[in-house]
């Protein structure tokens, strides 16, 4: 599903309300999957649009949805930070809003309709 993502902790610690409400919301692809016994929330970008270092955001590990409100949805998990050796495992919490589909940019690998007609044709 397409959401908006507001991540509200950092190294574990919970953010100040005032720097949740001033937040930048990245948009994404929300998927949620099970996985030998545990689930984990991960973003993509189904555009390949264009990213800065350090907005991709990491898996959320051992995933549970606390809140369910409307079209916004609060996951509580694990998610690990830093580097080979120097990774551990910390909390983690995002704040999704789901969107429409029809919010969703185009799709770059949808074919022209002259091309996909021709395809159909075909079989």
């Known amino acids: 599903m397409l959401v908006d993502v507001i991540c509200m ?6 953010l100040p309300q005032e720097q949740l409400r001033s937040a930048f919301a990245m948009r994404a692809e929300l ?4 996985f030998y016994g ?5 973003l993509s970008y189904p555009w390949n649009g ?3 270092p350090g907005t991709n955001l990491p898996r959320l590990y051992e995933c549970r949805i606390r809140t369910i409100k ?3 949805i609060v ?3 694990r998610e690990y930070v830093g580097m080979n050796h120097e990774q551990r495992e910390v909390p983690q919490a ?3 809003h789901v ?3 029809c919010e969703r940019p185009p799709d770059r690998w949808t074919p022209h309709p002259a091309v996909a007609a021709a395809i159909a044709a075909k079989e």
């Open 31 to 34: 998927s949620l999957c099970y």
């Open 99 to 101: 969107l429409p589909e």
């Open 9 to 14: 902790r950092y190294n574990g610690a919970k």
């Open 75 to 77: 996951l509580h998990g």
């Open 70 to 72: 409307g079209d916004d």
């Open 94 to 96: 995002w704040w999704c």
């Open 38 to 42: 545990r689930i984990i929330a991960t």
């Open 50 to 52: 264009p990213t800065a």
